[in-house]
């Protein structure tokens, strides 16, 4: 008699931080104590809080465990399954006031968020069939098949308002009616999961937690689009994904809702994993079709859409992770009870994924229309260490940054590319004080220039030009015209490049531009970061009244350039030699290094009469010329 | 869609005409509307990359790449405005940044870089950003032509051009962003490459410096050349030439793009060996002297063939032509042919029957080009015949197109083969697979050559041909015969008797006057030294006159040597493969006291 279940959260985030010693803890501990057969470990897909990690959740109470170790097992087991009560020092804390919270659904966390998308995610074995069936699994491919037309699916998905979840939002129905109604045979449906954001995995978290969900999608569509073939292009860095997905489809082959004759309706959907190999680009539609046909990832220009001419020529519909799996709730529920969700313009929910300097790092389903504050001070639980918040980049390394002023933005595809950003996939790069922007906007560059494939000129020189002037803006060696050089180029990438990769890449620059151009400015005329991290900007002096003196400043420093001071304990940086890489500050215990970016007008403090050599270090020899 | 349907849409404000299916920028160019391009070329799948063929469409706010994006009837386009100049003239700026282009010291200076082009037409008198310029390797391993990468703007038309129209798919880039780079197979140069051609259509194709042929390197500009266009010697396909001269010396040598069946494109041997490669041109006639061949005048060189041959009966004297030669030196060889025993021209084995009337052959090119199934019977295209090598791949690789190679040397298309067999059995399991190979296949082409004339290959043909008869449906095959010899078509129909075998048709009776008439042919010296005994032969002769342009082992042995011009010198007419009479036309002065041909032959006996 089963009485509790233990759901381990195996996403790949809590896998990293040991949810299968946690597993294997708790098994052989439950086994000890006689409990095996009274409580069951289902090992789950993600539950969104992976900064939390492992996390676990206890059936039939709720409780919500997080930091769960192999170490923390007996003492739960006993508190918990024993003794029957919350095991206190594993539950988690609300983030502004700390209060203990005992279940999921008091965590303002969970309680805020609307999971459909992630309906399963968390809650079922993602590596069995039949507990995505208990949970009206492969019910909607069911009724379409079996009570639908082909134009009625489309009729229902377009009544529901779905826009694609891979960053245009494009209206799905739309684009499905497109391919369903072009005359040329045979016609192709792919899954798009070749999540490359950095920092964003809402797609990897439904690949791995609710396989079946993206599968049932997918033959729905095949159904109402006349394709019999389908691809799901997943990245190879997913390794987990790839795996459970190989598990689903198999087990779906087995069970007959996948291959021949589904449903004995005469209708035959078969589907196929195809493997990236790791280039961004891919992610775009007409790459990403490319690389299907094993050539070479590279976007072509559209028109032609694939719905017009796709994979292998053929008319093709390709949607993201998100959007296949919306499909069946849809399917299920009805398009009305979906357009109870979000907005006028847009309906439903999206996942997000929190990540930068904000408190709970994970996933988060919100509707649309929540603003971005809800999204990042009530979900995320704010900014940690009492910083202040300063912007929000969201839709990925091509996305924009949104500064604090706009936070009670309702987060819709069209109020996000008005501040100059974009939905994107749904990634959110939260960023405080400490953050220099210029240097943000250089980072995300990088990505961008490195991932470009290189078939236009705007994007493979474009981009790079862009970085090298934002290299210098960060060295301290631009000058002001280098910052209209830099706008004129970032607003010609952006216009002039073949796809998507070139023509948001540089919204990092633009929006730090419009948003922070007093940043740039003081780089760029000041020679000083105001955030303190551009290396070249910084100064670092040693505080003479906290310093007691134990050396440890000058023995790290890799270019000996700090000196004992003469008859003193005392020690001095001479600034010449400095190369400000921070080793000292990172080794005082007594917070006796001072980091400062003050630019020209920088004053070091005066240089002591004697200076020694620290214990210990040989005498550099001097050359003379 | 109606593909002849016209459609009506607005350029520059401009009404054009269109025809549905084709593109913005080919409905502009039809209507005189000039749209510039960097990475388009004409017969080669759309880019979009270079992004200088952009144009407004009303109603959309991104532009669009006019080379690859279908006119739509109604929409209204704008070519030319303060937005796309800027756009056109940064994206050369950054191309200007990122390599070496820098225009005095590069090898494509000469007035048709498409780069330096635009960038005149665009103003480009500064770059704004730095120059990138990174150290980028130079492959000149290969014989004909060199790959310099610090010129490349990455285009990709070699890529294009490999893969589409040379069907090999040797060049493709590598890496990504702005490591991208052109690379020969797997990382190989065009020295080690396996599947490289050597056709030069990369660099035909390369609108930079970046790919160059080395023998035209540095040689000026092509616009101050002269242009000849004339007929290829190479082969009985008979490709058009463009020949680009200056000062009397052939600079580079193209494809006629208005040449029916190769349309620009030519192969190893059309583009290269017909002008660049080492042979000692003979410029004056020779007589020997005390066993050395010394100049003389050509009165003098004929008056010594005279006296031999007063005094050789006609019954012991014989003339052995060249495939190579023209029509007209055939029928002047046919003229004369009675001051001697027999005349003839020097075939390759069983290339006789091949050759001896054949039907003229109608539409090859689009038999060709729609193909579904090739079938090579005893031919060797990839040697001999390069671009209809071109045609198989382009046809197996692009259309899917079935092939089944019999009776063939192995070659690069053995690779794309459903069916290559060194020496068909009569199996009737084979023959199975075969049926079961072409079973669906509507429009076959066969190609057979010289192998297909043996007794096993006339067996082959019958079965083939019996396959077909069988099948449900589909046409019958189209049948094109390959003859190896430039113009043993027109030769033979001159009147002149086809030698396969020459050792026999020698002995059969005592000669003791040979005229060997080689004109440019510069593979029969050594192909009579691969003949049994025929070097001893030469000694036991009153009088060897070989009538050559090149010397050869054969003009070593000779009496008399006469100066023949060359293909590029010559007035004339060859007959091709199809039966089509082609024009060879003089691209450069006769060097030297050198003669034609026919003239030669006329005048030694007249």
Redesign the interface.
Known sequence: MIRAHCLICAGAGCISSGAHALKEALTAELKQRGLDNEIRIVETGCMGPCDLGPVMLVHPEGTFYQKVTALDVPKLVEEHFIKGRPYQPLLPKEAPTGAVVNTQRDFTFFAKQQKIVLENCGLIDPENIHEYIARDGYAALGKVLTSMKPEEVIAEIKASGLRGRGGAGFPTGVKWELTAKNPVKPHYVICNADEGDPGAFMNRAVLEGDPHKIIEGMAIGGYAMGANNGYIYIRAEYPLAVKRLQIAIQQAYELGLLGKNLFETGFDFDLELRIGAG?F?CGEETALMRSIEGR?GQP??R??FPAQRGLWGKPTNINNVETWATVPIIIRNGASWYGQFGTARTKGTKVFALAGKIRNTGLAEVPFGTTLRELIFDIGGGIPNGKKFKAVQTGGPSGGVIPAQYLDTPIEYETLQALGSIMGSGGMVVVDEDTCMVDFARFFLEFC?????????????????LL?ILERICSGEAELEDLD?LE??AL?VK????CGLG?TAPNPVLTTLKYFRDEYLAHIVEKRCPARVCRDLLQFTIIEEKCVGCSVCARVCPVETIFKVGGQKKYYIVQDKCIHCGACLEACKFQAINKTSEGEGFIPPPRPAVLELPPGRKPTAVVTS | MNATQTITLTINGKVCEGRAGQTILEVATANDIYIPTLCWMKDRS??????MC?VEVAGSP????AC???AVAGSQITTNSP?LH??RR??LE??F??RNHICPICPMNKGDCGLQHQAYLHGVDSI???Y?YPALPMDVSGRYFGLDHNRC??CTRCVRTCDEIEGVHTL??A??????LIVVDMHATFGTSETCTSCGACVAACPTGALFDKAQTYRGKLHTCTVVKTTCPECPVGCGLAVYTRENRIVEVFGDPESPLCAGHLCRKGRYETWAEPRRRITQPMLRHNGELKPVSWDEALAHIRRVRDATPVWESVLLASPRLTNEAGQAIHRVADKLDRVGVWLAPNEGALVEAPEPLADVRRQLTEADAFILLGVQPSRDHGLIASYVRRGVRQRQARLIILNCRRSDLDRYADIAVREVSLERAFWAQVAEVLRDVQRPVLLYGTEAMTPIGVAVLERLLAVFEQKASGEAPALIGLPIGTNSIGLVAAGLEAVEDVGSWLDAKPVRYLHLVLGDDHTLGERWFEEKYRALMLETLDLLVVQASYESPLTAHAHVVLPACTWAEKTGTVTNFEGRTLPLKPVIPVRGQARDDAAIVEAVYA
């Open positions: 280039a680009v070479r072509q220009p028109p032609p220039c490195d991932e470009s494939c290189g078939k236009c000129p705007p994007c493979r020189v474009g981009t790079r030009q090298n050089r004129e180029l010609m216009d002039a490049s073949l023509q | 759309p880019w979009g990359g270079c992004r952009i991104k532009v669009v790449p690859a994006t279908p937005r800027n756009l940064m994206t950054l191309l940044s990122e704004r950003f730095p990138l703007i990455l493709d880039i890496n990504r962003g702005e490591r991208n």
